[in-house]
């Protein structure tokens, strides 16, 4: 018997009636992902160690209880996966005794597996059959390797490891893995050289066995700061690994600590190689060449010393290097790389010098962590339109920095436009958006997360050339009329999705307002509260999904169905009572999928969920 309850489905107060049942019935395939991260987090009912049939166990968002004195573990597991998942105090003695008492585990996933204690004892991931393991988590709590004699991959990514982490220890664990992917701030590192960077390769040889990395295949760091000790560490495994085919370093370039890129390249095509076959990649491209196919299927190559090839030796022999290429080739090569690699060429040749300035169609894509000068500076250099601008955390410290972002971007007729504010612990909104927004009149698409929306300037005549608009815990200062106005401007929308607005109340009610778009293709509404909105005019309606906690009582549900008349496909998530009270007709040659949340005491024996009718 297998049994799946996905994320989000609110039945937690049945899990505890069903674990004992399904212990019962000998259930071999278990997941249960529930929607709580946290303290406040379901705690999974004891009778779990009593599931002694399970193959495949999964659980996400959740806690485990502590294990009865009895219990010796799952003895027929194949597969452990743990996702934001809590044990109890001590409670890593009860993972160990789960994975170490299964001859037959394959797979073990752990991710931001956490331990409800300060103070918790080490313990051993020790299974002889296992060939897949995955430890990603913030903290280092105390798990060693032992007897892995049959591991292929591994993937460990600890933000914060212990202080008596060995890591020459945790290598030898891995000698036989022929995939390796490692993640681990560059300090902890040099831990064991009390934090001076002089680890060297007699450091690495004198603790080398001819077993260590014998099978080893493909290895990639990420966030690598490309500082001396990591370059050793791959200059030492470049030297050993004697199958080995790619070494893939990703750097992490948000960082000011980081070795500049070029300098990490030029060392890394300078190590000696043991193995014919190894390639080593620098974000995915090789540091010795880089090849990219143009349009028309004509290739070439930058090879490692500012050379220029093509598909023949002689044409390579013709050219001057990289000072000599196409203008229309220099923008196609730079289209194809990373915004901060393309500001970069500008080091390689004086043809390359500031030639992404005027390179068609980059895309600018930044996480928290990049500097928000540098992205003024970097818009303001750029003098072609912007196909695509994304952030994807824009600090509070960044605010003033996102009003001139949208001044430039609107200069240079922006298509695609993706932000999301900082909010604050109680998720109350702190930012408004600076006007300009209203001015970005080239839109396609509009993403939005985490702000205010202020009144459009006299004048403004909406997007004309808005395609999407997707909305996350966004506010309108100004009220719903504004919403309703950036909709019923926007003749080209097909793309409606909106969630968790913050919408002004007038004397305790929300105002009505109207969605009305005669090209909208898809709606999806997400909302606790019913925000009075109308739906209007959507002839091209074919998909919705409508998933509102708290109706208003006014809300005539037979209206709103009208409305979706012209979807194809109709989802709705509501409480079940307002179908019992609305004699609707049924909507012939259509699929509607009703998942009803149960809000009222009805037995689901009367009423199935989901249900599905036509």
């Known amino acids: 018997m297998n049994l799946v309850i996905p994320e989000g ?29 946290g303290p406040s987090c379901l705690v999974i009912h004891p009778q779990i160690f009593s599931c002694l049939e399970l193959t495949h166990l999964s659980l996400g968002h959740c806690r485990l209880p502590s294990a009865p004195l009895s219990f010796t573990g799952f003895p027929n597991l194949i597969s452990i996966s743990l996702t934001w998942v809590a044990v109890p105090e001590h409670g890593e003695k009860d993972l160990e005794v789960i994975i170490n008492s299964v001859p037959s585990l394959r797979f073990l996933k752990l991710v931001n597996v956490w331990i409800d204690s300060g103070d918790f004892d080490d313990w051993v991931i020790q299974a002889p059959n296992l060939q897949r393991l995955t430890v990603e988590s913030h903290s280092d709590y105390g798990w060693q390797l032992k007897e892995l004699s049959s591991l292929e991959r591994a993937t ?19 000698a036989q893995v022929t995939h390796l992917e490692l993640h681990m701030p560059i300090p902890q590192i040099y831990i064991q050289n009390e934090g001076v960077d002089t680890v060297d390769l007699e450091f690495f040889n004198s603790l080398w066995t001819n077993d260590l990395f ?101 044409a390579e022999a013709a050219h001057g290097g990289l000072d000599y290429l196409y203008p229309e080739l220099l923008s196609e090569i730079l289209y194809r790389l990373p915004l901060w690699d393309a500001v970069r060429t500008s080091a390689l040749a004086r043809a390359w010098r500031h030639r992404w300035e005027s390179a068609p169609s980059l895309r600018f894509i930044w996480t928290g962590r990049a500097d928000p000068g540098a992205i003024s500076d970097v818009l303001r250099r750029y003098s072609c ?46 930012h408004t958006l600076h006007p300009s927004i209203f001015s970005c009149r080239g839109l396609t698409t509009l993403d939005l997360g985490g702000c205010y929306i202020p009144a459009p300037p006299p004048g403004f005549t909406g997007l004309p050339n808005l395609t999407e608009l997707r909305l996350r815990k966004v506010g309108f200062t100004e009220g719903a009329r504004v919403l309703e106005l950036l909709i019923a401007t926007s003749p080209l929308l097909e793309s409606l ?14 105002n009505q307002w109207v969605i009305q778009s005669p090209k909208l293709q898809s709606l999806t509404i997400d909302a606790i509260f019913d925000d009075e909105w109308q739906i209007n005019d959507l002839p091209s309606l074919e998909e919705a999904d409508i998933d509102c906690v708290g109706y208003s009582p006014d809300r005539d549900i037979v209206k709103l169905m009208t409305g979706l008349a012209h979807a194809t496909k109709l989802k709705l998530s509501m409480p079940v009572n307002y179908f019992l009270y609305c004699p609707f007709v049924s909507l012939l040659s259509r699929i509607i999928e009703m998942s009803l949340y149960i809000f009222c005491p009805i037995s689901l024996a009367k009423y199935p969920f989901p249900v599905a009718t036509k």
């Open 156 to 174: 460990i990514s600890v933000d914060n490891y212990s202080i008596g982490r060995d890591f020459v220890k945790l290598f030898t664990c891995f």
């Open 9 to 37: 489905c609110h039945t937690y107060v049945h899990t505890d009636e069903w674990i004992p049942l399904l212990a019962g019935k000998g259930i071999q395939s278990l997941t249960l992902f529930f929607d709580d991260i």
């Open 497 to 510: 999705h909106l969630v968790s607005l913050s919408l002004p109340l007038s004397n305790g009610e929300y």
């Open 214 to 314: 014998a099978n080893l295949d493909t290895v990639t760091m990420k966030d690598a700061w490309c500082w001396s000790n990591e370059m050793h560490f791959i200059e030492f495994v470049l030297s050993k690994a004697k199958l080995l085919s790619a070494l893939y370093v990703y750097q992490d370039d948000d960082d000011t600590n980081s070795k500049p890129s070029e300098e990490a390249v030029i060392e890394l095509a300078k190590y000696r190689r043991v193995s014919p076959k190894a390639k080593v990649f620098f974000r995915n491209m090789d540091v010795s060449t880089l090849t990219c196919e143009l349009p028309g299927g004509s290739r070439i190559r930058i090879v490692g010393n500012g050379g220029l090839a093509d598909a023949s030796p002689d």
């Open 385 to 430: 339109p912007v196909r695509e601008f994304r952030h994807y955390y824009v600090t509070e410290a960044s605010f003033g920095h996102s009003d001139r972002w949208l001044r430039l971007l609107a200069l240079r007729v922006v298509q695609s436009l993706f932000l999301d504010f900082e909010m604050s612990n109680d998720d109350e909104l702190l």
